[in-house]
DNA sequence: TAGAGCCTGGACAACGTTGTCAGATGCGGG
DNA sequence: CCCGCATCTGACAACGTTGTCCAGGCTCTA
């Protein structure tokens, strides 16, 4: 019996998900469907009393205009789309937050996901923020091929890149000073006597780690210093495999009397480490964090500021918005040496 | 003339705007608009060859799907809302990280905003939300009440509060225990000894905060001492006001020998104040946060599980929208004291 | 080879809103 | 007293998708 469990069917679904329309609105304040709109969008050429009781009826209704409807119907989402790594990594909150804030001047909402460094995941929820119709992208990519991009730019979907450049596709990309700021940390430590430094950060395919990587390796020929093979330790970020990597850097004959590390996580283990062994290594980290400054001795960073990186990406986002496409550019924030007293041990003997 | 404005307005928007609809994909392959809705949705009726030359219209138009008109034809959204404090607080990561992931898990999408703490602000969003017919929401509020919410509720918007109550409403919510948690905290530092305990705590309209506190005065009672109006400093949270206070209590006649810290952000500039005094005052703090081992002496907490927090109630959000509502219901997650050493310090003479 | 039944494909309405346009109403002036 | 005008209101189509329902063509069997 089909209809009845069309009709069951219908039971439920008003029971939970059924919300009063602009028409309901209508027949109970006995006004015409447009007038409802008019009065909910604050719309001119409405009689104040006409007003008062079309806002009776909303009241007692509870109604609330269905912004998928006025979408489908007025093309723009008022909302952006932000595809960062990991929200739980310290780095992306307050870089996800001055994105919000930016959005947020602009009256627009904050659509976001994480891509667990997976490429794959990162197409998914970048394409499933896309059949949102978000007006806006702001992504900092895992994978390095974008080319599934190609139809939403063409469609004038305004995207920025951030902390990484977009792949085979020319886009907007927001950038820190990888290559500089990690020549700049390695210079200071060999500027301090160091000449055996390790360096330990991500693989290489991503485009950050491969910049601090060339960063270290110019600052190493420009002081003409031989690099060993076992000074570096590449594609290695989680606790586990940066301990052992340290601490096999750190045997040996002849082990470095300094380690940079390439980003803010790799920079907490290694504080651990040496902790643990209580051997005066020297240590730069790339990104600040939190407390830095609190650990004996304090940790000397390459600090790269997240939410100069979100604001700046997300205004770019809106001025392609409110301007049509500009050319696609790439802006590099400066990075910073905050000198702590980690890095400026000298080498021990 | 304005057939012409309006002529030059539909240029613009068909050149940055306008995307192929299934319309559109349709005629290109030369077949029905709901076959190719067949193709698109992997529903089955279509022949293989059929489906080839829609896949073929597809890809070569880089159609994709408008989930608004389908999510106003379906009535189901696949997004869930979230509301926080504010996403550069290292505690809230982790927290929306795991609903994030339950979302995910039950594919769907995640829209987020800040409060900042400003009750009318957590309206706005909350209801903008809601005009995007977010299936659930899950909220950290910042007002007390939430009365707004009822429609919503009528309407069956799953909705659970995390981490504060709801006010003058009726919903499921997800807390720490702070009481009991700060209970201990003080009773730990009573232990080792001190009865000249200072707390710094948040705004105790802020339920959590309140909470907290009563923690604190119940310790103290318990252990019967009369605690003195100097010791306690409410509705601080910024650094410079928080500082001063710290600093207050060490002074004075008969300073304080432990203080109480009512969350991570109290705990880190408490620890800063004592770094520079140097004197040897016992400190355990609400929340944890990273680090906190790492520091001379070592931060003992009272640690709240933020991504258990978030998980939970995802969890439950989702099982309301799986099976219609559940009675309103309370779940408190326990907290555990994490000794590490500032904790344990006896007091000063 | 004709009829029954299945499989594929398409026409049409509906979701809730907004833009367009035309009708209704009331007012003042001739 | 009637006309013109301004102001307010409502009917209608359209946005892009999906659910329903029906038609046509095919295969299989008798």
């Known amino acids: 019996m089909p209809e009845t469990a069309r009709r069951g069917d219908r039971i439920a679904?008003?029971?939970?998900?059924?919300?009063?329309?602009?028409k309901d609105v209508a027949a109970r304040a006995g006004v015409g469907l447009k007038t409802v709109s008019r009065v909910v969008n604050g719309e001119p050429g409405v009689t104040p009393d006409t007003e008062r009781r079309v806002q009776e009826a909303i009241?007692?209704?509870?109604?609330?205009?269905?912004?998928?409807?006025?979408?489908?119907?007025?093309?723009?989402?008022?909302?952006?789309?932000?595809?960062?790594?990991?929200?739980?990594?310290?780095?992306?909150?307050?870089?996800?937050r001055a994105v919000e804030e930016v959005a947020r001047a602009h009256g627009a909402l904050l659509i976001n996901g994480s891509s667990a460094e997976d490429p794959e995941r990162e197409q998914e929820l970048v394409l499933a923020l896309c059949a949102r119709r978000v007006d806006g992208l702001?992504?900092?990519?895992?994978?390095?091929?974008?080319?599934?991009?190609?139809?939403?730019?063409?469609?004038?979907?305004?995207?920025?890149?951030?902390?990484?450049?977009a792949g085979r596709i020319d886009a907007d990309?927001?950038?820190s000073d990888s290559f500089g700021g990690a020549r700049d940390g390695v210079a200071h430590l060999i500027a301090h006597g160091h000449r055996r430094i390790g360096f330990i950060g991500d693989m290489p395919r991503i485009h950050t780690a491969a910049e601090r990587l060339r960063g270290y390796r110019a600052a190493?020929?420009?002081?003409?210093?031989a690099v060993a093979d076992t000074w570096m330790s590449l594609g290695v970020t989680d606790p586990e495999r940066v301990r052992r990597a340290a601490e096999e850097m750190l045997a040996g004959p002849s082990p470095v009397t300094a380690i940079f590390a390439g980003n803010n996580r790799v920079t907490v283990t290694v504080v651990r480490v040496l902790a643990e062994t209580g051997r005066p290594?020297?240590?730069?980290?790339?990104?600040?964090?939190?407390?830095?400054?609190?650990?004996?001795?304090?940790?000397?960073?390459?600090?790269?500021?997240?939410?100069?990186?979100?604001?700046?990406?997300?205004?770019?986002?809106?001025?392609?918005?409110?301007?049509g496409p500009?050319?696609?550019?790439?802006?590099?924030?400066?990075?910073?040496?905050?000198?702590?007293?980690?890095g400026e041990l000298p080498p021990a003997p």
């Open 13 to 22: 679904a008003s029971r939970y998900g059924n919300r009063p329309t602009m």
């Open 59 to 96: 009241d007692a209704l509870g109604f609330r205009r269905n912004d998928s409807a006025r979408v489908l119907r007025k093309g723009r989402t008022a909302s952006i789309g932000l595809v960062l790594e990991d929200l739980a990594d310290p780095f992306y909150g307050p870089l996800s």
């Open 138 to 165: 702001v992504v900092i990519p895992a994978g390095d091929d974008h080319r599934y991009l190609e139809p939403e730019l063409k469609a004038g979907v305004a995207t920025v890149f951030v902390d990484r450049p």
């Open 173 to 175: 990309v927001v950038l």
């Open 220 to 225: 190493m020929e420009d002081a003409g210093i």
């Open 281 to 323: 290594v020297a240590l730069v980290g790339f990104d600040d964090f939190e407390l830095a400054d609190l650990l004996r001795p304090g940790v000397t960073v390459v600090a790269q500021d997240a939410a100069a990186l979100g604001r700046t990406a997300a205004e770019r986002l809106f001025r392609q918005l409110d301007g």
């Open 326 to 342: 500009l050319g696609p550019e790439r802006i590099d924030l400066p990075t910073r040496l905050i000198q702590r007293g980690s």
